[in-house]
């Protein structure tokens, strides 16, 4: 089995959750002893922390030149399964796999619906959240949306990082996986980590608010700047000890240190560990889509977080497909085929169904949403609605020790249920073997990806000998220039 990885770029360790999520799939793979490509158009100077592996080969192909494109696909011997890293990458690369390598599993990780992101932007009011942003859904007709749905239709799995964005796209009939991150919360631990994560669990000892983010990310902007203008004054009036150290790269002029109202912009967060000296991270996200690394960092560092339902979004402990979660956790078999619904206990069966059909009415975001939410288990606080309410809810953090032991208990639950390594790999892995066994079956049955790769073909063949024969023109005129 041969597995081919498509980016934009090489990724680079500690630099957001997408590239911590590369590097955990490249990982899985290398460690079942498969044979793994890794393709950018991005220069190999830039690939330092990726060639960590030494059995990762990598390889540099420009999707606009056809030849070296071809090229490279020509040195690979029939890869079972080809990776697309985002919808931008499946469009750039997939239509050469599809002619070279027709018997190959398409892939797209939809590491979360840009679509969605945008649309919620679209309809921010004044408030902190509101229902309308919350229920937003990408339509067709918008190009991005049109361009996210057909990268979707013409993929044979998806994987998907948020139940809730598996919920969205149901209904395009694609065969879709939950698969989130690769955290080793199973591992065992030496006397160092003990100590370590011992320490953490010291309430008195940990001190200040905490906010991580890139600034270039307009979620995060528009969540310092709640900070700032509204919800910080409201905390620090209450606390006024107590400090909020803002962490990120390009901070706009904006967005300067106020020493006096403990409004601390520290710069680049060098090691990760760091969160682990802070008492409570606040994150007012009020648009975005996919799971928030940031979160999830907090939550392996021991740090309850104050956030909103949207930066909740996929986080919980009960899951919309909470039997799948059992199938891995539960059944005990190096046969991905035995890991099925059928095979457990049918009191879990039940409970897991019951739990899943809960979710699914709450990502409906009905009438009764904020009513269901505190139903949910999530390490620290989400149904937060307005400026007021975060603040109350991030000062009972700070203040509240039992409340603060219970929102990391919470953590760690979630952590190990949802994101660590074994369990993501499992439904990894037996996801593609069941798409690799089902293939021909999966796409004679789906007319709609016949008719969109018609589509496709005709379109990128043309778009790409254009491009080419641009870059062949520049290159001459290049050296046209040099010789005189």
Not at 175 to 200: G, H, N, S, W
Not at 215 to 242: E, F, G, T
Not at 287 to 310: C, H, Q, S, Y
Not at 455 to 468: G, M, P, V, W
């Amino acid at each position: 089995m041969n597995f081919c990885y498509f980016s934009q770029l090489w990724p680079k360790q500690s630099f957001s959750a997408a590239h911590e999520r590369t590097f955990g799939i490249i990982e899985r793979f290398i460690h079942n002893n498969i044979k793994t490509f890794y393709i950018t158009p991005q220069d190999k100077k830039k690939a330092e922390d990726i060639r960590q592996y030494i059995d990762l080969k990598c390889h540099q192909a420009d999707p606009s030149n056809t030849s070296r494109v071809n090229h490279v696909l020509s040195r690979i011997q029939s890869p079972t399964v080809s990776f697309f890293d985002t919808h931008v990458s499946e469009c750039l690369y997939s239509h050469y796999v599809h002619q070279v390598f027709s018997n190959c599993a398409k892939v797209l990780d939809l590491q979360d619906l840009h679509s969605l992101r945008l649309k919620r932007e679209n309809l921010l009011t004044a408030e902190l959240m509101n229902k309308e942003v919350l229920k937003a859904k990408p339509e067709l007709g918008d190009e991005l949306t049109d361009k996210e749905m057909a990268s979707i239709i013409r993929s044979d799995l998806i994987i998907a990082c948020s139940d809730y964005e598996m919920e969205l796209i149901k209904h395009l009939n694609k065969k879709v996986q939950l698969v989130t991150f690769f955290y080793p919360t199973t591992r065992p631990l030496d006397e160092e980590d003990k100590q370590a994560i011992e320490l953490k669990k010291h309430h008195y000892k940990r001190r200040h608010f905490v906010f991580l983010g890139n600034m270039s990310h307009r979620p995060n902007y528009d969540a310092v700047k709640r900070l700032k203008d509204r919800i910080w004054p409201i905390i620090v009036k209450a606390l006024p000890q107590a400090q909020l150290h803002i962490y990120g790269s390009n901070f706009p002029a904006e967005f300067k240190t106020d020493e006096y109202n403990g409004f601390i912009c520290k710069g680049l967060m060098k090691e990760i560990d760091i969160l682990g000296k802070y008492r409570v991270m606040l994150a007012p996200l009020r648009f975005g889509a996919g799971v928030k690394g940031k979160i999830t960092d907090a939550w392996r560092e021991m740090l309850p977080v104050i956030t909103t339902p949207i930066g909740a979004e996929g986080l919980f402990l009960e899951s919309s497909q909470a039997v799948r979660y059992e199938c891995v956790n539960q059944i005990q078999s190096k046969f991905y085929s035995d890991m099925e619904a059928d095979r457990l206990n049918p009191q879990v069966r039940k409970q897991s169904l019951e739990e899943e059909n809960f979710m699914r009415e709450y990502y409906t975001y009905d009438n009764n949403t904020e009513e269901m939410a505190k139903k949910l288990t999530f390490g620290g606080s989400f149904n937060n609605w307005t400026d007021e309410q975060f603040a109350e809810e991030a000062i009972k953090m700070y203040q509240d020790e039992q409340l603060w032991f219970n929102a990391i208990e919470n953590s760690q639950k979630i952590l190990k249920r949802r994101m660590d390594t074994i369990v993501n790999e499992k439904l990894l892995m037996k996801a593609i073997s069941e798409t690799q066994t089902n293939l021909a079956s999966m796409r004679r049955q789906d007319i709609l990806q016949k008719l969109t790769w018609s589509e496709t073909l005709r379109s990128n063949y043309h778009f790409a000998k254009y491009l080419d024969e641009k870059r062949k023109n520049l290159e001459l005129t290049g050296k046209l220039k040099q010789s005189n």
